[in-house]
Nanobody, 123 residues
Framework: QMELVESGGGSVQAGGSLRLSCVGSAYTISRYCMGWFRQAPGKEREGVAAINSAGQTNYADSVKDRFTISKDNTRGILYLQMNSLKPEDTAMYYC?????????????????WGQGTQVTVSS
């Protein structure tokens, strides 16, 4: 069974930073398209950032220029560096894996998920 484990969430004030980690396997992180998604209460899970096996990335407009997705293929770890955090970034953050090589931020394409890590940003 595929296992993805997120960590690094917490509570910060607006303007602060956090780095999330998602530990998987070297195979999954290197071969799959990996993504970060978030879900706030009462809202659907939305794509935040993704990186594919070729290292191509894309971001939701709401986080572009503030968040950076990266990965360590050898260690099997996916990262999300979050800077200039805003209260609207408050959500449960999930990492996911899509069995695709093209870059994608579509929730429907992701078949494996971690349990999530909470990010809370106060004003």
């Amino acid at each position: 069974q595929m296992e993805l484990v997120e960590s690094g969430g917490g509570s910060v004030q607006a303007g602060g930073s956090l780095r999330l980690s998602c530990v998987g396997s070297a195979y999954t992180i290197s071969r799959y398209c990996m993504g970060w998604f978030r879900q706030a209460p009462g809202k659907e899970r939305e794509g935040v950032a993704a990186i594919n096996s070729a290292g191509q990335t894309n971001y939701a407009d709401s986080v572009k220029d503030r968040f950076t997705i990266s990965k360590d293929n050898t260690r099997g770890i996916l990262y999300l560096q979050m800077n200039s955090l805003k209260p609207e970034d408050t959500a449960m953050y999930y990492c996911g894996a899509a069995n695709l090589k093209p870059i994608t931020l579509r929730r429907r394409d992701y078949t494996y998920w971690g349990q999530g890590t909470q990010v809370t940003v106060s004003s």
